[in-house]
């Protein structure tokens, strides 16, 4: 039996805030990836050659990891994170959280981002950006 959350999931891009802030705070600051937090459009670019593409949700991830930082407000991280997706021609994210965001929370990060933020299935720890 297909439910409301198995349609959403098959068509959106799902990004696990709480996977994201797990790895945030295993992961090992190199100095470049010092300077990469310090001024977030220092990029340093390197050949892939023989590696093969990353899905969507994979380079979105990817980015995160070094755009996103788990000293950084949820709120402003996730801003940061529709931005990624946009760039990325992701239209749909969902983004699961591990709490739901408070009422002022959920209307700052309306305010900010180009778009529109559901809960899917009522569920307040599961959102649903539609990007501009």
């Known amino acids: ?9 098959e068509k959106d891009v799902i990004f696990d805030y ?3 802030l797990s790895k945030s705070c295993q992961q090992r600051l190199s100095f470049m990836d010092a300077l990469k937090y310090l001024i977030p459009l220092f990029k340093v670019t390197t050949s892939t050659i023989g590696k093969t593409p ?18 950084t407000s949820d ?3 996730l801003i ?3 931005s990624l ?7 749909r994210l969902v983004v699961y959280l591990p709490y739901s965001l408070e009422a002022q929370q959920l209307v700052e990060l309306k305010s900010e981002i180009k778009g529109s933020i559901d809960f899917v299935q009522g569920n307040s ?3 649903l ?4």
Do not use: H, P, Y
Request: aromatic share 4%; charged share 30%.
């Open 1 to 9: 039996m297909e439910t409301v959350i198995d349609k959403v999931i």
């Open 18 to 20: 709480t996977e994201f």
């Open 54 to 71: 990353l899905s969507c949700t994979e380079r979105l991830e990817k980015k995160a990891l070094t755009i996103l930082s788990s000293n």
């Open 75 to 77: 709120i402003n991280n």
């Open 80 to 82: 940061r994170l529709s």
């Open 85 to 91: 997706a946009k760039q990325e021609g992701i239209m």
């Open 125 to 127: 720890e599961r959102l």
């Open 129 to 132: 950006f539609i990007l501009d």
